[in-house]
Antibody, heavy 127, light 110 residues
Framework: QVQLVESGGGAVQPGRSLRLSCAAS????????MYWVRQAPGKGLEWVSA????????YYADSVKGRFTISRDNGKNAVYLQMNSLRPEDTALYYC????????????????????WGQGTLVTVSS | NFMLTQPHSVSESPGKTVTISCTRS????????VQWYQQRPGSSPTTVIY?????PSGVPDRFSGSIDSSSNSASLTISGLRTEDEADYYC?????????FGGGTQLTVL
């Protein structure tokens, strides 16, 4: 079945950077929009970013725009989140997730909901 | 962007029926599909309803979804409550290319 495995989380000081990775398997990766969604401790889900199936379009929540960059490598079946200028409020469990759409043969469908989630990687920003 | 507002918590007894609401702050609830995710403690979310009222395979028919234009809200109804249904539930829709999540509702089955 679909597998999404995040890595790269850890503890960092405010203002520093961190790069998250998500390794995908068991599906045709380049057919799908991919997301990062985060969850602060004891809080709800917050959409962070999305990237188109081919990596040409990126979308960000206002809270991270200008600081975070999403990217993907379809040859490696991986999606990344480069996080710069980290703030204490960025402390959260970061999930990699797959859009429920997909496609192929030149036809792609962006469903705008999530059908698969990773287990998450924890980012802690604190001095 | 609009917001999705959910009750912070609900509780009900095993075997009963509970409904969780999700109210859209602006724009029509019917403009964009609504999904519902279940998140048990310590686990990643899973989808229980998509496209307003569709159930993924493997989700029991005790779970149902609906939308109500008059209240501009979506609802998740769980019938025949079981202790395993105790979890946080999140509604989600979208605004252009942005996913919008509700704040979540903690369901207690007692």
């Amino acid at each position: 079945q679909v597998q999404l495995v995040e890595s790269g989380g850890g503890a960092v000081q405010p203002g520093r950077s961190l790069r998250l990775s998500c390794a995908a398997s068991a599906f045709t990766f380049n057919y799908y929009v991919m997301y990062w969604v985060r969850q602060a401790p004891g809080k709800g889900l917050e959409w962070v970013s999305a990237i188109s199936y081919d990596g040409t379009s990126e979308y960000y929540a206002d809270s991270v725009k200008g600081r975070f960059t999403i990217s993907r490598d379809n040859g490696k079946n991986a999606v990344y989140l480069q996080m710069n200028s980290l703030r204490p409020e960025d402390t959260a469990l970061y999930y990699c997730a797959r859009d429920a759409g997909g496609g192929g043969s030149g036809n792609y469908f962006w469903a705008k909901w999530i059908d698969s989630w990773g287990q998450g990687t924890l980012v802690t920003v604190s001095s | 962007n609009f917001m999705l507002t959910q009750p912070h918590s609900v509780s009900e007894s095993p075997g009963k029926t509970v409904t969780i609401s999700c109210t859209r702050s602006s724009g029509s609830i019917g403009s964009n599909y609504v999904q519902w995710y279940q998140q048990r403690p310590g686990s990643s979310p899973t989808t229980v309803i998509y496209e307003d009222n569709q159930r993924p395979s493997g989700v029991p028919d005790r779970f149902s979804g609906s939308i109500d234009s008059s209240s501009n809200s979506a609802s998740l109804t769980i019938s025949g409550l079981r202790t395993e249904d105790e979890a946080d539930y999140y509604c989600q829709s979208y605004d252009g290319s942005t996913l919008v999540f509700g704040g979540g509702t903690q369901l207690t089955v007692l």
